[in-house]
């Protein structure tokens, strides 16, 4: 069974540019979590998309915005980046049925804003 | 906001007993979980506790006081791959959206 995977793994941009990250969730999983990981912070959480619907939004500003489609892949766009957005990108899926909740982590992706 | 509290970094050496210890807030808490993230990884499950007491999964335990707002890990017989990052993390609502801590740096020499 294949794991969460996203892309790209790295990427590089200048201050103002606008990214996009793409996350694949393990085949029926319907929820698929995004979480911002720095060294000061930690894990973060962004938002939660299911059945294609945003469940619930961390305390990120406008910028940060996500989708998800009817296959369950999610994506993530940061518009007008600033350098304090570089960080590791982490993308996690899971049933979200009356489970434990247990998330399914990609290896992320890590964003480098210059 | 809810704040997750966990050491920052520990040492132990190989076959000892480590036990790394996490508060949060208890107001509209779910449940704990526990997540284990090597250098240059993705964070991997674990466990997961909703009730007071421990949980044992081989060398690793967790347990949870669900008034005192306190949980913590124990690992025994560690061995240097349990070298990692330990990252205590509470749910506070329906679905996926849990706090994390920072993390607790493990490191295990010989």
């Known amino acids: 069974k294949a794991g969460v995977t996203q892309t790209p793994r790295y990427l590089i941009k200048t201050r103002g540019q606008q990214v996009t990250l793409s996350c694949s969730p393990i085949?029926?999983?319907?929820?698929v979590s995004w979480y911002q990981q720095t060294p000061g912070q930690g894990l973060q959480f962004l938002f939660e998309y299911f059945s294609e619907t945003q469940r619930n939004k961390g305390n990120f500003p406008g910028r940060f915005s996500g989708r998800q489609f009817s296959n369950s892949r999610s994506e993530m766009n940061v518009s007008t980046l600033e350098l304090g957005d570089s960080a590791l990108y982490l993308c996690a899926s899971s049933l979200a049925g009356e489970d434990t909740g247990e998330l399914f982590f990609g290896e992320g992706s890590r964003l480098t804003v210059l | 906001g809810q704040n997750i509290d966990q050491p920052t970094e520990m040492t132990a050496t190989e076959g000892a007993i480590v036990q790394i210890n996490c508060t949060y807030q208890t107001s509209g808490f779910n449940g704990l979980f526990w997540y284990q993230q090597h250098a240059g990884e993705a964070p991997t499950f674990l466990s997961y506790n909703v009730l007071d007491g421990l949980e044992e999964k081989g060398r690793f335990s967790s347990f949870l006081s669900r008034s005192k707002g306190y949980s913590y890990l124990l690992l025994k017989e560690l061995q240097m791959k349990d070298s990692a990052s330990y990252l205590c993390?509470?749910?506070?609502?329906?679905?996926?959206?849990?706090?994390f801590g920072k993390g607790t740096t493990l490191s295990v020499s010989s």
């Open positions: 993390a509470a749910g506070y609502q329906a679905g996926t959206a849990l706090i």
């Open positions: 085949s029926g999983h319907r929820s």
